[in-house]
């Protein structure tokens, strides 16, 4: 799967501390490679129907204290990722499995962890790049990243977006391999 991580431009900005920090966002040369962005309706979110394995989602997500959005990839019947608002931070949560019949690919692959990042904010910005089992996501304009592989059984599998504070989720599909 080539390099697991896209090319990404870094800046430094102040966090809600007054704090400099690294924040980043995809290399202007990968947004290049996809199509133009439809806009989606809400309706749409329990079923994206994904036509090419490699596609661009974004938009924002603004969630209350306490409320969660949810992240399925694949067709695959649980969430990959979630992300929470709780005590000023945002919680992102990260699920892999394996679904394949290699023993120890069962055995090391699965796993599950968090990150938090103070978030001042109610509402955040999102993208979320996935390549075939690639997947990359940026939060709050950067502030938070997240890099995962999978190794889906249906890399096109429709995706959905649950819970609370998704809207203006625009898609946009690319014709080849990014990464």
Request: net charge negative; proline share 4%.
């Amino acid at each position: 799967r080539s390099i697991m991580s896209l090319p990404k431009e870094y800046s430094l900005v102040k966090n809600t501390a007054g704090q400099y920090v690294v924040a980043q966002k995809f290399a202007q040369q990968i947004n290049t490679l996809f199509t133009p962005a439809t806009l989606l309706s809400e309706d749409d979110f329990a079923a994206i129907e994904i036509k090419s394995p490699v596609y661009k989602l974004s938009g924002e997500l603004s969630l209350l204290q306490g409320e969660t959005g949810a992240i399925r990839l694949f067709a695959e019947q649980q969430a990959q990722i979630t992300i929470t608002a709780k005590g000023g931070e945002l919680v992102v949560c990260s699920y892999r499995d394996y679904l394949g019949s290699n023993e120890v690919m069962q055995k090391e692959f699965p796993h599950n962890y968090q990150f938090k990042q103070p978030c001042a904010t109610q509402a955040v910005a999102f993208e979320l790049v996935v390549d075939n089992g690639a997947v990359e996501l940026l939060l709050a304009d950067g502030l938070l990243s997240m890099t995962q592989l999978y190794y889906p059984q249906q890399p096109n599998g429709n995706l959905s977006l649950s819970g609370q504070g998704w809207s203006q989720v625009a898609l946009a599909t690319c014709s080849h391999r990014i990464n």
